[in-house]
C-alpha cells in the first residue's frame, strides 16, 4: 500500500473535525444556537453572547450555519485555518486523481472537467473561510457559490469516471456507492439551498442541518479516493511531469527506441516534452 493513501483519509479527518470543533467553540461562546434548538423569535431584548441561562433566545443571526460558526473570533481564527488548509489538500487531490485516471485510462475531457470543478472549489473555499459572512457577505456568498456546485458537479464526474474505469465486480459496487453518496448529497444541496430562501425559522435551521450533512457527505466521499491512492507510485507524478500525455509519451518513446534515436524522431519527441 502506497503512502498516498494518507492523503484523502487525512483531508475528511481534519475537515469534519475541525468544523465541529469550531460550533462547539462557537457554540461555546454563544455565538450560535445549538443544533438541537427549533425555537427563534423575530428580535431579543438582549443579544445571544450577553444571555445567561438555560433557556436562550435566538434569532436568524444565530442560526447554525458552519459558515455563522465560522463568523466571530476566536472561532474566525481556526475556521479560516481549516478552509485554507482544506482548499490546499482538496487541490492535491484533484491533481493525483487526474494523473490516476490518466495513468490507468486515458486523458478524457471528463477527467480535465474533475480537475477544474475540484480547484475551482477550492477557490471558492479559500474565500467562504478567509471573507466572514458577517463583514463580507457578497465574497463570501461569491464563495459559497463556487464552492457548492462545484463540489457537487465534482463528486458526478468522479462517480462516472469510477465506471468508465471500472474493471472488476468490486470495482463496479465501489461505483455504486460513490453514486449513492453523490445522490445524498444533492439531495442535502438541494434541500439546503430550498429551505435557505424560505421565512420560516424552522425550515431556515432545517438548512443548517442539511448544509452540514452535504459537507459531512463530501469529505467522506473524497476520503474514498484511498483505494484508488493506496496503489499509486511515482510512474503517476511521472504523468504530471508529463503533461497528462502518458499513452502519447509512451508511443513517441517506443518510435525512439525503435528508430535507433535518429534525427527524424527528436521533433516529435520535442513537440510532447
Not at 467553540?25 to 445549538?34: E, T
Not at 471558492?124 to 456568498?141: R, T
Not at 444533492?186 to 442541518?209: D, K, M, N, P, T
Request: glycine share 8%; aromatic share 12%; net charge negative.
Amino acid at each position: 500500500m502506497s503512502l498516498w493513501m494518507l492523503v484523502p483519509v487525512s483531508l475528511p479527518v481534519f475537515i469534519i473535525t475541525g468544523i465541529w470543533v469550531v460550533y462547539a467553540m462557537a457554540l461555546y461562546n454563544q455565538h450560535v444556537c445549538p443544533v438541537h434548538n427549533w425555537l427563534y423569535n423575530e428580535s431579543c431584548e438582549e443579544q445571544l453572547p450577553l444571555q445567561r441561562g438555560p433557556v436562550l433566545c435566538c434569532t436568524l443571526d444565530n442560526i447554525p450555519l458552519i459558515s455563522k460558526c465560522g463568523t466571530l473570533p476566536p472561532e474566525s481564527c481556526f475556521f479560516s485555518l481549516i478552509c485554507s488548509t482544506g482548499s490546499f489538500m482538496v487541490m492535491l487531490i484533484g491533481l493525483l486523481r487526474y494523473a490516476h485516471v490518466v495513468q490507468k485510462h486515458q486523458n478524457c475531457v471528463l477527467n480535465t472537467a474533475g480537475l477544474s470543478a475540484g480547484w475551482i472549489c477550492a477557490a471558492g473555499l479559500i474565500m467562504v473561510g478567509n471573507f466572514q459572512v458577517d463583514f463580507a457577505k457578497v465574497l463570501h456568498y461569491v464563495g459559497a457559490g463556487m464552492a457548492f456546485p462545484s463540489s457537487m458537479l465534482f463528486v458526478c464526474i468522479q462517480s462516472a469516471l469510477t465506471y468508465r474505469l471500472a474493471k472488476t465486480k468490486e470495482d463496479y459496487r465501489f461505483g455504486h456507492v460513490r453514486v449513492v453518496m453523490a445522490l445524498l448529497a444533492l439531495i442535502a444541496l438541494v434541500l439546503s439551498g430550498v429551505f435557505f430562501c424560505q421565512e420560516s425559522f424552522a425550515l431556515q435551521h432545517a438548512s443548517a442541518i442539511f448544509e452540514w450533512i452535504y459537507c459531512m457527505l463530501i469529505m467522506l466521499f473524497y476520503g474514498t479516493f484511498a483505494v484508488e491512492f493506496g496503489g499509486m507510485s511515482g510512474d503517476t507524478l511521472m504523468v504530471l511531469s508529463r503533461g497528462g500525455g502518458a499513452q502519447s509519451f509512451s508511443t513517441s518513446e517506443h518510435k525512439t527506441e525503435v528508430g535507433g534515436g535518429s534525427n527524424h524522431q527528436q521533433p516529435e519527441s520535442f513537440v510532447v516534452l
